[in-house]
């Protein structure tokens, strides 16, 4: 099958180069020159855990192309994906401006019969503005090619993109013609081999799929960081009480973490946007919009908890920062809590230094030179008042308390993710304070 994947971020990339590994001829499109030269030379936009081997294994193999030219690329071509960022728009709504303009700009060069489908996170309605768009496109040029649209939206996860998408747990289309059902069977035909179910639905179940997904997820952080905050305050640990509702296999032991809020590229729009579409059809939805404010206050609990115990005797202390991208296992910070953290610390006059795996780059061109970046996580801690684990990454599970003892000023650890045990770091003379554990003091 010939396929043309249209916006070559992590989901165009990484759709685009798993639909490769299985034999596909697959050009990824992207308007960023750069980035396109840059993948051509096998250099990656993003950091994805087993990425960069697949592009370059598929490359050489002449299975997976990069170009910025949309009307060559998609010559041919059974199926293309619309896979480009849909941003909040300012008031909250998912903006549909890259997708309309590749809609577009699809019906001003197609030359056969194609499915179209959206794979950006779209609201309910988005298909028939890229059928319309398409259509309109078509009648300029005198050309009533066939075509048909389709929703397939994507559930992979940053950190663990390709094995969810090469063994996903499902995957929705949503189609409108048996001829676009059959042809989206055969793109995702080498994928459920192993059991893992295709789901075919009306288009617009489709695209509301994703965002009920993303806002039941957010719903449970949500909901676990108040029990934990309620936690705290009773005198009860949080992570008993995880326990102790996970083991009913109504509600399941995943997804269930307290810690310092949600970030990411997806559940804070994805959770504003679908707010944004009820209130937009004359409906409130008011879990959501309590999901969203549990959040926003609890992305400030770690910073709280520092300033509670310095009794708001901050100013020029130094603090030590393990983590910055949002969440283990990528380099994205969009609207990671660190940022806030970090914000609230350089405004009360803290200096901060911080150490991430991956995301350091990252970190510089957002934050420049406004904290001190350390060569290592111990590097960190020279000198630092306290320790703020911000990202769980598997490397701060374990790290010598003895070392940490030695090189910080003052042995105290504020753990947005719960990670150490509280007994056990008390044990060995830390000061510690987890999210929903009340510290012995
Ligand atoms: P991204 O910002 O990483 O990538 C989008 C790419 O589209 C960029 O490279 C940009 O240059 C390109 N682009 C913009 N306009 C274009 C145009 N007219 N022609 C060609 N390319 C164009 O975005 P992403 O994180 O991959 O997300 C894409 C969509 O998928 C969003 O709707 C997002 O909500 C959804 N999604 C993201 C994830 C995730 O984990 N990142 C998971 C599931 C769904």
Redesign the pocket.
């Known amino acids: 099958m010939k396929i043309a994947v ?7 990339l990484v759709t685009g180069t798993c639909l490769a590994e299985v034999g596909m001829e697959v050009t990824c ?4 020159q750069r ?1 396109i030269d840059n993948l051509k030379l096998g250099i990656l936009p993003i950091y994805e855990p087993g990425l960069e081997e697949m592009v370059v294994r598929n490359t050489s193999k002449n299975r997976l192309y990069f170009s910025t030219d ?1 009307a060559e690329s998609i010559k041919g071509a059974d199926v293309a994906f619309i ?4 941003p909040p728009d300012g008031d909250g709504s998912a903006d549909l401006k ?1 997708v309309i ?2 809609a577009r ?1 699809i019906g001003r060069s197609m030359n056969n019969y194609m499915v179209i489908v959206t ?3 779209v609201p309910v309605g988005t298909a028939r503005k890229v059928r319309a768009a398409i259509e309109e496109e078509l009648q300029i040029r005198e050309m009533p090619f066939d075509f048909d649209v389709a929703s397939n939206p ?5 950190g663990a993109a390709i094995d969810d998408f090469l063994k996903p747990d499902r995957i929705v289309v949503g189609i409108e013609s048996e001829r676009a059902e059959e042809i989206m069977q055969r793109v995702y035909k080498p994928f459920l081999l192993n059991g893992h179910p295709i789901i075919f639905m009306d288009i617009p179940s489709a695209e509301m799929t994703k965002y009920a997904a993303n806002s039941m997820l957010a719903t449970k952080i949500s909901f676990m960081n108040d029990i934990a905050n309620l936690c705290e305050i009773m005198g009860a640990d949080v992570n008993m009480v995880r326990k102790g509702i996970g083991s009913d296999a109504r509600i399941g032991n995943k997804f269930i973490y307290p810690g310092i809020g949600y970030g990411g ?2 559940f804070p ?1 994805d959770v504003k946007a679908l707010i944004k579409t009820a209130c937009d059809n004359g409906y409130e939805m008011k879990i959501l919009k309590s999901v969203e404010a549990v959040n926003e206050n609890q992305k400030n609990v770690l910073f709280n908890k520092v300033y509670k115990h310095f009794q708001g005797d901050i100013a020029g202390k130094t603090f030590a920062l393990w983590g910055l991208s949002f969440k283990p296992k990528t380099d994205d910070m969009r609207e990671a809590p660190s940022l806030t953290i970090i914000d609230r610390l350089l405004e009360a006059g803290c200096h901060v230094k911080a150490y991430d795996p991956v995301a350091m780059k990252e970190a510089h061109h957002i934050l420049g030179d406004k904290i001190t970046y350390a060569n290592d996580q111990y590097d960190a801690l020279i000198d630092a008042d306290a320790l703020l684990i911000v990202t769980e990454w598997p490397e701060f599970r374990s790290p010598n308390f003895n070392v940490l003892s030695k090189l910080m000023k003052d042995r105290i650890i504020f753990d947005g993710r719960n990670i150490y045990d509280i007994k056990q770091m008390q044990e060995a003379g830390f000061t510690y304070y987890g999210i929903g554990v009340k510290p012995q003091y």
């Open positions: 249209i916006g070559t971020g992590y989901v165009g499109i992207d308007i960023d980035k949309l896979a480009v960022g849909t890259h303009a590749v700009a794979k950006s996170t994507e559930f992979l996860k940053e590229s997806c729009k």
